[in-house]
């Protein structure tokens, strides 16, 4: 999930990051006026076409998408209890679409090139205050926490798990202050990189 | 190349961590050790303006980390305990590149100088890599690069091997004994140290023995005898 | 090792212009990080309503309450910003301006809201801050504000009469009755190993 950039040659990740990003943006707002079934299956072809164009293994794809799939058999089945089954499936259908595209745009892209994106469209705002270096720095390191996050909860619960704590929600607090801990650290370490000196001018 | 101390103190709230420092360091290769609270890490993070001194003043090249603390973060590096902090960046080639960015380098410049940074560290086979997958000793390599890559005039190390095996233990230890630059280590590890101008030895917030390696070593091994 | 509160620590680093110290900007990240992995941890739930039955509304507790109103509203935003992007943070791995559209978009455009409500009430009640308190700031900030934002956006969006939205969105109680008293319960304990919150009253900006 997020930051898993998958590095090959394609068309696809030749395509500019902001491109890609603003298609995303499209189909996600788009699909959800698409009420016709064929129209969302010929979707669907499309964006399973571009994972092969792509080249993204069929495993790193798989391996992206599973962890969504009980949540989307959920919503299906909540949907055929209070809705009807062509509903359903396209809901069901239309979640997969956005799951497997937003899978694809991050499978293909550089986060750096896709927090330069991020920073492109935001230029727009700065008479507002806006700081898009700031905005873009904030997605990178969020991104960047999210790894560290799981880590070091697995670290508590095993921690917990040795002194005979099983699953309880005791985990939060030590989990907390442990990332706060190394939010501090990670501050400091942006102090020592310099990070507090002017922001470059620059338009690349 | 020098990194002066004068009359330097520090308290956090109420609390005394460093009195009375004066220093004034040009050795090419200065260590510092001292028991676990002796003010070694705060004294580690004054040399660079992360922190300034509640009292006297430190200065590097002549200038004063309290008036241009920019100025003096941008000469002196500074590698941390623990890579996973210092890591901002989710792939390798893009935490390089973090830094350089940030301080107005030009585009093919920033490309130029990733590349050869991760060719001189033998990260290159990293570069798109997530920086978390990395290993331990790989991260810290990493950590160090991407402090390099900015080019400091001075570079300064809170214990960079405490969390590594003793392979990667003697290849950072390697590593910063060949760097060009100025070199300012705090470290537990006395064999990283061995070889260097000058150590410092800090007890209780002040320096208590300071000169070449082996004897500032040999006092501090005295001071604690085995049990 | 350092302290969590120490006067003087990036003393010659201040961020400057938009007031966002460095410090601060890795805090916001983090919990936008935190949001982003609890969208990954489905709380119990029962799949009754399509309706993301998500822990996320205890990261807006968390955001609020450790970090107050500004920094914890800030982060909670990011995380709006990466949904409307597109990127896949929502549980389920969903995300994007269709989501936010459709009958649920309301209480995601309220978390950095509520967030900031947790944060401030926090900041006004830090110096007799505890359990009862906590409680109280997250029930209103983390549900009662979500609530008032997110089901009318849902009748709207859904084309649901409001009574019928309201009574729909009943089912939301008892998950949010838990995270709320989740989120105190580490509020409080955090509060009291990690504080990061000035009290409002000493905030001179």
Same mark, same amino acid.
């Given at each position: ?12 990740? #030749?395509?500019? #990051? ?178 507090? #000196? ?7 | ?227 | ?6 006067? $003087? ?29 609890? $969208? ?61 559209? $459709?009958?649920? $978009? ?100």
């Amino acid at each position: 999930m997020l930051s898993l950039y998958h590095d090959a040659r394609s068309p696809v990740h #030749a395509l500019p #990051a902001g491109a890609k990003l603003l298609t995303l943006f499209a189909v996600g707002t788009g699909l959800f006026f698409v009420r016709s079934l064929p129209g969302l299956g010929i979707t669907l072809a499309v964006v399973v076409a571009l994972y092969a164009v792509a080249r993204v293994p069929w495993r790193t794809a798989w391996g992206q998408l599973r962890p969504v799939l009980p949540f989307t058999a959920l919503i299906l089945v909540a949907q055929l209890v209070l809705t009807d089954w062509r509903t359903a499936v396209l809901v069901g259908v239309r979640i997969l679409v956005l799951v497997l595209l937003a899978n694809l745009v991050t499978l293909t892209t550089r986060t750096s090139a896709m927090i330069t994106a991020i920073e492109v469209a935001l230029g727009p705002l700065r008479p507002l205050g806006v700081r898009p270096e700031r905005v873009g720095l904030l997605v990178a390191l969020t991104i960047r926490f999210i790894p560290v996050i799981k880590e070091q909860a697995d670290q508590v619960r095993a921690a917990q798990k040795a002194r005979g704590v099983e699953r309880s929600f005791a985990f939060l607090t030590p989990l907390l202050i442990k990332t706060l801990r190394l939010a501090d650290g990670l501050g400091e370490a942006l102090d020592a990189r310099g990070l507090d #000196a002017e922001p470059p001018r620059r338009r690349s | 190349m020098t990194i002066e101390l004068e009359g330097v103190g520090h308290r956090f709230g109420d609390r005394r961590v460093l009195r009375d420092v004066d220093l004034r360091l040009d050795e090419e290769r200065v260590g510092v050790i001292g028991s676990n609270g002796s003010g070694k890490s705060t004294f580690a993070r004054l040399l660079n303006g992360l922190l300034v001194p509640t009292e006297g003043r430190v200065r590097v090249d002549g200038l004063d980390t309290r008036k241009q603390g920019k100025a003096v973060r941008r000469r002196v590096g500074f590698v941390f305990q623990d890579p996973d902090v210092q890591i901002v960046m989710p792939t390798v080639a893009e935490d390089l590149a973090f830094g350089l960015k940030h301080h107005g380098v030009a585009r093919d410049e920033i490309d130029r100088r990733v590349a050869d940074t991760l060719a001189a560290y033998g990260l290159a086979e990293f570069r798109d890599h997530p920086a978390h997958l990395l290993s331990g000793g790989q991260k810290q390599l990493l950590a160090i690069a991407a402090v390099l890559v900015l080019e400091p005039e001075h570079v300064v190390f809170d214990e960079p091997t405490t969390l590594l095996d003793l392979r990667n233990r003697r290849r950072i230890g390697r590593l910063i004994h060949d760097l060009p630059q100025q070199v300012v280590v705090v470290s537990h590890d006395l064999e990283l140290l061995a070889g260097f101008d000058r150590v410092v030895l800090f007890e209780g917030g002040r320096v208590v023995a300071d000169g070449p390696a082996e004897q500032t070593i040999a006092a501090y091994l005295a001071m604690h005898p085995p049990l | 090792m350092i302290p969590a509160n120490r006067p $003087g620590i990036s003393g010659g680093a201040q961020g400057k212009g938009s007031g966002v110290r460095t410090k601060d900007i890795a805090l916001i990240a983090l919990f936008a990080a935190i949001m982003v992995v609890l $969208g990954f941890f489905p709380l119990i739930e029962l799949p009754l309503v399509p309706a993301p039955f998500t822990s996320q509304t205890l990261g807006v507790i968390l955001a609020g309450s450790i970090l107050g109103a500004r920094r914890g509203g800030l982060a909670i935003l990011l995380f709006v910003v990466l949904v409307l992007v597109g990127l896949p943070v929502l549980p389920g791995g969903r995300g994007g301006l269709g989501v936010v559209l $459709g009958p649920t $978009g309301g209480f995601i455009l309220a978390y950095p809201v509520g967030a900031f409500v947790v944060g401030l009430l926090t900041e006004r009640l830090w110096r007799r801050y505890n359990l009862g308190v906590a409680l109280l700031c997250n029930a209103v900030g983390g549900a009662l504000v979500l609530y008032v934002i997110g089901i009318p956006w849902m009748a709207v969006a859904a084309g649901l009469p409001l009574g019928r939205a309201i009574t729909s969105s009943v089912v939301f109680l008892p998950g949010d009755a838990i995270k709320v008293v989740i989120g105190s319960l580490a509020a409080v304990a955090v509060r009291r190993a990690y504080p990061l919150i000035e009290p409002r009253a000493e905030v001179a900006r």
